[in-house]
């Protein structure tokens, strides 16, 4: 079985502005793709990162210019730090 892998590409589509981004992933054996904003981008990384899926721009590093490096794991930490000096319960992702 192949591995499984994501990626986003900054890839601007003209008649929807804010869906500035292309989310990839491939489960071994069907790549698929859809439009996404930054912020669904960041999130769906987040989610397949967490169900096992390998970063292509983990991966993948002579072709890493072709894919957007969301630092999401960073992202993530962050939101939980503000969080918790806020003293509020922690963000659901």
Known sequence: MKE????VKYHPIS???RF???FLWNDGE???WIPVSLHGAMALAQHF???????????C???HHEYVELNYRKD???RLRQADMA???PLAD
């Open 30 to 32: 069907m790549e698929t």
């Open 4 to 7: 499984k892998t994501f990626a």
């Open 20 to 22: 500035g981004y292309m």
């Open 87 to 89: 003293d509020l319960p």
């Open 61 to 63: 590093l002579h072709h």
């Open 76 to 78: 993530h930490e962050e």
């Open 49 to 59: 990162d967490s169900i096992g899926y390998q970063d292509m721009v983990n991966i």
């Open 15 to 17: 008649a929807t502005p």
